[in-house]
């Protein structure tokens, strides 16, 4: 009688530590999502990429302190595709198939992004991307919360062609060799040309990944400068920004003389780089760290806080923030959201309820996920590059705008559909090897 007794007893005190734990924000409990991180953690674009890992893991802690997601407590997949594109579509068929995670927060260049974008489309998975990109591409499966071509290339060339921007009249178009800068500069000069830039005032370079060796480059610029008002558009990727900056500064090439705007050079790219004699060369992007905003104040505070707990390599000591970590953190807190809403985590459930969600970013600005189009409506900066390797904003746009995937200086464009196909998965048949 007395063992019965006892029994039960521990059995109610179980019951009601068990109930302790699960009630309040920070619970120990069975019910989990397991959500995948999908970034390079070494190779080339290691750089750029490791620290979107690390924003994301902080806005899941963030998160699960607060109760989770539908009182799920989110359990990071971490995997490193090591900058290696065909490893992308691997790791992401892993995520899915055995992993089988809710959403996937992940890639950086857009062959990453297109390597996996099948996987995604054939099991019916969930990507959100977090980085500016060339465009013309709209899935059902992805979501967009980096920059189209309008909320960045296009605003960039304009101000540099603009009287406060210097007025330049000739355009070196340097990339590295991939989607994204090649079908960027594609649209880029068909939008020169309509303003009336002639071809002989556009040269058009390319560098592999990983390139290192920009003398020669930074030699045939400085040539080509000679003839008349110049200005570089960057869309360098990875690691090679850093010898590019610096041979200009070796080669002392100002911006007073041949301004660089980039696409893919923010405070974390400057990290390596002396950026004294890079004073005023310029970035566009939806967010700096500059930016003030109580919003971006508690944003800069968190990731300081979390990157010193964490004991994160770099930013422990100098904590930075970057355009496409707000684009990450943003997609993170907006799919939780929509998962909420939805009442579920199934993918197609989520992607209705994403259309038209709100997210008060880190830039000051409230975010809407278009209800169509799966970008983000953005306020684009353009920024000057300051001796502490910061940007001054130097212009911006009053408030956000709403994404054009499909550009207008593309031909044909005007026929397609500014949003995805059918919410219907679809088929794509396994590659034999």
Not at 129 to 143: A, D, I, W
Not at 144 to 155: D, E, F, K, M, R
Not at 280 to 297: D, I, Q, R, T
Not at 328 to 341: D, L, P
């Amino acid at each position: 009688m007395k063992r019965r007794l006892l029994l039960k007893g521990l059995a109610a005190s179980a019951v009601l530590a068990f109930g302790t734990l699960t009630s309040g924000g920070a619970f120990a409990q069975a019910k989990t999502v397991k959500v995948g991180v999908l970034h390079s953690l070494s190779g080339t674009m290691a750089i750029s990429e490791t620290v979107l890992k690390d924003v994301a893991l902080m806005a899941f802690e963030e998160i699960n302190a607060s109760g989770g997601v539908m009182g799920h407590k989110i359990e990071a997949v971490v995997v490193d595709p090591a900058s290696n594109w065909p490893l992308f579509a691997e790791k992401a068929r892993q995520l899915l198939t055995q992993d089988k995670v809710a959403a996937t927060f992940g890639c950086w260049t857009s062959v990453s992004r297109k390597s996996v974008l099948p996987v995604y489309e054939e099991l019916n998975g969930l990507l959100f991307y977090p980085v500016q990109y060339e465009g013309e591409e709209l899935s059902k499966n992805v979501f967009y919360t980096g920059a189209a071509p309008n909320q960045q290339a296009i605003p960039a060339v304009e101000y540099l062609m603009s009287k406060e921007g210097g007025g330049a009249k000739r355009f070196v178009l340097l990339g590295t060799d991939y989607v994204y800068p090649r079908t960027t500069n594609k649209i880029l000069r068909a939008f020169l040309k309509s303003k009336g830039v002639k071809e002989s005032d556009i040269d058009e370079k390319y560098t592999p990944f990983g390139h290192s060796d920009y003398q020669t480059i930074v030699a045939d610029v400085k040539k080509f400068a000679a003839g008349g008002k110049t200005a570089v558009i960057s869309t360098i990727n990875g690691d090679s920004n850093v010898p590019f900056y610096k041979e200009l500064g070796n080669q002392g090439l100002k911006a007073t003389d041949v301004p660089v705007v980039a696409f893919s050079v923010g405070e974390e790219e400057l990290r390596g780089v002396d950026t004294k004699p890079l004073v005023g060369h310029l970035a566009a992007w939806n967010y700096f760290m500059s930016v003030k905003s109580p919003a971006n104040e508690e944003f800069k505070k968190k990731w300081a806080a979390y990157a010193k707990a964490k004991n994160i390599a770099g930013h422990k000591d100098k904590p930075l923030t970057n355009d496409p970590m707000e684009a990450t953190y943003i997609g993170v807190h907006m799919w939780k959201q929509a998962v909420e809403k939805a009442k579920s985590f199934e993918t197609d459930k989520v992607i209705v309820a994403m259309g038209g969600q709100t997210f008060k970013a880190p830039g000051g600005f409230t975010s809407t996920m278009d209800a169509k189009n799966h970008h983000l409506h953005k306020p684009v900066f353009i920024g000057e590059v300051t001796a502490d390797g910061q940007f001054n904003i130097v212009w911006k746009t009053p408030g956000p705008i709403k994404a054009k995937p499909w550009s207008p200086y593309i031909a044909g464009n005007d026929k397609k559909k500014d949003e995805p196909e059918s919410a219907a998965p679809k088929k794509v048949a396994e590659k034999k090897s």
